[in-house]
Structures are given as structure tokens and as C-alpha cells.
């Protein structure tokens, strides 16, 4: 399907937005991959364990697990689908169809449609994560990194509730970012290591295949160790939700901090504090219609509008949670939205990784600024004062910020802070008249804080 394509359908994640290798990539979180693969390869996990019991022939299964996936298609299983109304009788009736005669009287045998679809859809959630989202979130984190190396000794003024607080440096905030999403991305990793699986039948009672052996919890295990799962130790006749929650959780929260790097960055590119500059293609690239000087932040209002579309769905992961007794359906329709939040992240970091290896950070100007700004001296000055004695340094210094003149002069000029400055070191009066060398601790803790992440990023390969 064609861009132009794309354009007659109504949902702009498709056309607009998923585009290159991760509109290819995006299959892996179709139906049609749910059932022609993880579905089948549950199905095989279920006849190789049964194979092993002498109920039918090891070599028939191996053909079928050889020739079947390949002879399935998605359009026959909605056909199917649609004469049965039942997505998961659907796969094993084309299933059967294809395989040898032997093989399919065995198909399913024991088994209840979610020991089959919690599975897959568990091992769905965690291809999508691992081929999707990951890597194009450690290309995230690699810009990151980068940048807290390359500015760490960048001054620049920190900025609390939209005003000018104390400097800072733009590798230090940068290296903020890049702990935050470290640190959820590890997070992440580990909840995909605990989402466990359950092949227990009807109400998770192992009633079906009780009846057939005396091993009913060794067949589950084996099942579910050939497609890279473990049992809970219980189960309904799903597996507990909360695993495969807590990995959305932190997708979502991934998320957030993938939304507050690109707001501080589209506030940053504000025409009154232009401090840095997304890359702009001065050819062919139009910011307004209407004014043709602008160049708006669109890479960050993108990333954050993306934010603002999946987060809420965060709700209804939780009140899936709930499923009355051993089962019910009120998550059939919302559950199957849950791979939208991959593919929406996934589009934000890719697009958040490319802003930021062009973006431009003006060092000159954020030092001019920083070093134009006497009074953002007022907390380091206060300290000093109190350090050697002066009680009310805080009042003293809050009231000369508020008179006219460079605050530094105005202390030297004091007569009540007079006694006070003398016992100060004279590197600690230089270090007040230049703000920007107030920095070292901050450009040497930029650097120290993305060690670990330098050493996590050896570890992975990221998406070019």
C-alpha cells in the first residue's frame, strides 16, 4: 500500500506516522502475525509435548510444525472466522486443514482457547518491545549520553517554575534525562523478564488434561518452556494480568519521560529564550503558511501530541485488570488496542532519537545569557554569608535583589554584609561575578552519571 494510499484511511498512525522500517516492523503486532505464529507455535508446543507421551508420531508433528505455518494464510482464517465466530476455533480449523491427518485430530487436544491466546498475546507484547521499542529508545539514550558528554561543561541557567533559578549546565540536564530513561528502560527489560504464562484449561484447574495424565502441570511446563515462558505457580483461565500490566506501565511512563525532554526542548527553542534549535531545512521546509519566518519546534509538539494521545489509555490497561471469576470478555474489544501503545511509542522515540542528533545548542549565547543574570547569584551568596556567621543572609540578600544594580556590587557596597565579606576566600567572591563558574560540580556530575548507561549501551545494538 501506497502513501498516497494511506491518506484515504482514518487513522493517522497507519499513514501518517508509521513509515521506513517501522511501518515494515509493524506487522509484528498485527492478528495475522498473533495467530499464524504465536498461536501456531503454541499449538506445535502443545503436539511436541504430547508427541513425547507416544500419542502420535514426533516426525508428523515436525512436518506439520515445517509445512503448516507456511500453507496458513490471514485471509482463510477470517473466512473461517467468520463462518464459526470464534478467532481461536478459526486458527486450529485451518491448522487442521493443513496438517497431516495424523497430526490433526490432536491439534488443541486438552486445551482452552487462552491457554492458547494468553500466551500469544504475551509473547506478542514482548517481540513488539524488544524488536520495536527498545532499540529505538537506547538510540534515545546514545544522544543522550552524547550530549551530556559534549555540553557537560556548557553553562547555561536552570530554570524552575518557568523563571531563572541557578546555573546549570546543558549536559547536566541533559544527563537527568538520560538516567530517567535509562533507569525505565531497565525497568522495562525487567518486567519483561517476570510476564509468565499458564496452559491450565477452562478455570486454570487442569481439568482437561488431568483427565488425560497425571502430569498436567510438566505438560504446561514444557509447553511453555518451548516458547520462552514460565507458569505461574496458578492461574484462571487466563494468566494473571498484572505482569503484562506492569509492562505497559512502563511503557507508558517511558513515555512521559520521552514527553518532558521534548517539552523542555520545545521550550527552549521559544523565540524570547532561542537557546537551542531543532534542524530546519532552509530549502524546502515551511513552518507557516501564513509567516513565512517561522520555524516551529515540530519534531517536540509532535512527540508530546503523541503523548497526549496514548497516555490515557493507561485507564483502560487498568481496568482490564478485572475479569470476573475465572474469566470473562469485558476486555475483548479493549485489549486488542493495547499494541497501538508500542507502535506509538515507538514512533515518538524514533522521532525524539533523530531530533536530538541534529539538534543545535548555542553555547555562546546560553554563557552570554547566564552571565547577564546577576541576581541568579542570590542562593550561592546567601550560603557564603551564612557559612561565616551571617544570620539573616537570606532577607539581607533577598531585599538588595530587589533594588536596581549587579547584586554582586551591591553586597560589596553594604555596610551591614561588609564584615561578612571579608572572611570569604577571594575564589569564592570570583566564582559570584561569573556565574557560568559556578558550574563544576554539575559539568563534572553530567559526566559521572551517563557512565553506567555508556556501559548499558555496549550491551545493545541500535536501529540505524
Not at 88 to 115: C, Q, W
Not at 350 to 362: A, C, I, M, Q, S
Amino acid at each position: 500500500m501506497s502513501q498516497a494510499d494511506y491518506m484515504s484511511l482514518p487513522d493517522p498512525l497507519i499513514g501518517r506516522y508509521l513509515k521506513g522500517k517501522l511501518a515494515e516492523q509493524a506487522s509484528l503486532l498485527s492478528d495475522q502475525h498473533l495467530y499464524c505464529r504465536h498461536c501456531v507455535n503454541v499449538e506445535l508446543a502443545l503436539l511436541r509435548a504430547l508427541a513425547r507421551r507416544g500419542v502420535l508420531d514426533a516426525a508428523a508433528v515436525e512436518k506439520a510444525a515445517t509445512e503448516v505455518p507456511g500453507r496458513m494464510s490471514p485471509e482463510e482464517i477470517t473466512e473461517e472466522e467468520n463462518r464459526v465466530r470464534h478467532d481461536l476455533k478459526a486458527v486450529v480449523n485451518v491448522m487442521a486443514r493443513h496438517s497431516p491427518e495424523e497430526v490433526a485430530p490432536f491439534i488443541h487436544l486438552g486445551a482452552t482457547s487462552y491457554d492458547i491466546l494468553s500466551n500469544a498475546h504475551l509473547l506478542r507484547l514482548r517481540e513488539g518491545v524488544e524488536e520495536l521499542v527498545l532499540p529505538r529508545l537506547r538510540k534515545v539514550l546514545e544522544e543522550l549520553v552524547r550530549l551530556s558528554k559534549e555540553h557537560a561543561e556548557t553553562a547555561c541557567i536552570g530554570r524552575t517554575h518557568g523563571q531563572y533559578a541557578e546555573p546549570t549546565t546543558f549536559g547536566y540536564v541533559m544527563a537527568t534525562f538520560a538516567e530517567r530513561l535509562g533507569s525505565g528502560m531497565r525497568e522495562l527489560e525487567r518486567s519483561l523478564q517476570l510476564l509468565r504464562g499458564k496452559f491450565s484449561g477452562a478455570v486454570g484447574a487442569y481439568v482437561a488434561l488431568g483427565l488425560l495424565y497425571d502430569d498436567p502441570r510438566e505438560i504446561e511446563r514444557e509447553i511453555l518452556e518451548e516458547v520462552g515462558l514460565t507458569p505461574n505457580s496458578c492461574s484462571t483461565q487466563i494468566t494473571h494480568p498484572e505482569p503484562a500490566l506492569a509492562v505497559l506501565h512502563h511503557l507508558t511512563s517511558i513515555f512521559g519521560v520521552l514527553a518532558n525532554l521534548a517539552d523542555d526542548l520545545r521550550h527552549l527553542q521559544r523565540s524570547e529564550i532561542a537557546e537551542v534549535a531543532e534542524e530546519f531545512d532552509s530549502a524546502n521546509q515551511v513552518g507557516s503558511s501564513a509567516m513565512p519566518h517561522k520555524r516551529n519546534p515540530i519534531t517536540w509538539e509532535n512527540v508530546k501530541s503523541l503523548w497526549k494521545t496514548f497516555v490515557p489509555n493507561i485507564f483502560t490497561y487498568y481496568m482490564d485488570q478485572i475479569s470476573e471469576h475465572q474469566r470473562d470478555l469485558t476486555n475483548s474489544a479493549s485489549a486488542r488496542f493495547q499494541p497501538r501503545l508500542l507502535l506509538g511509542l515507538a514512533v515518538a522515540a524514533e522521532r525524539t532519537g533523530k531530533g536530538l542528533n541534529k539538534l543545535f545548542v548555542d553555547r555562546e549565547f546560553m554563557l552570554e545569557r547566564l552571565n547577564g543574570l546577576s541576581q541568579v547569584v542570590s542562593g550561592p551568596a546567601q550560603v557564603l554569608l551564612s557559612s561565616v556567621g551571617y544570620r539573616d543572609a537570606h532577607e539581607k540578600v533577598r531585599r538588595l535583589t530587589l533594588q536596581q544594580g549587579d547584586l554582586v556590587s551591591l553586597l560589596e557596597r553594604d555596610p551591614d554584609v561588609a564584615p561578612y565579606w571579608a572572611k570569604l576566600q577571594p575564589w569564592q567572591k570570583e566564582a559570584l561575578r561569573s556565574p557560568a563558574g559556578l558550574v563544576g560540580p554539575a559539568a563534572r556530575q553530567a559526566r559521572a552519571a551517563v557512565e553506567p548507561w555508556e556501559e548499558y549501551l555496549k550491551e545493545t545494538v541500535c536501529v540505524s
